[in-house]
Nanobody
Framework: QVQLVESGGGLVQAGGSLRLSCAAS????????MGWYRQAPGKQRELVAT???????NYADSVKGRFTISRENGKNTVYLQMNSLKPEDTSVYYC???????WGQGTQVTVSS
């Protein structure tokens, strides 16, 4: 059994910042790729960013230059630093262990204009 628990969401004004965290626990032997996805009401879930155990990163074009993904391998934790937030970033943000398709419960991020 694997659990991914997100934290750090909330309400912020446009231009502000938030930092999301996701801690993985349970039957973990090696997590290669972790990532963040988001889903707004009425829309499909979309990629935000991913990071490998070797720290290779990939970002959606919409967040490049504003969001930064990082991880602490020893703690099986991944972070998403979100700066210059826009109202269109409002979504539920989900953490995932990509290779095994494990997902967290999601954390709400709301950006007011």
């Amino acid at each position: 059994q694997v659990q991914l628990v997100e934290s750090g969401g909330g309400l912020v004004q446009a231009g502000g910042s938030l930092r999301l965290s996701c801690a993985a626990s349970g039957n973990i032997f090696r997590i290669r790729t972790m990532g963040w996805y988001r889903q707004a009401p009425g829309k499909q879930r979309e990629l935000v960013a991913t990071i490998t155990s070797g720290a290779s990163t990939n970002y959606a074009d919409s967040v490049k230059g504003r969001f930064t993904i990082s991880r602490e391998n020893g703690k099986n934790t991944v972070y998403l630093q979100m700066n210059s937030l826009k109202p269109e970033d409002t979504s539920v943000y989900y953490c995932t262990w990509v290779e095994y398709n494990y997902w967290g419960q999601g954390t709400q991020v709301t950006v007011s204009s």
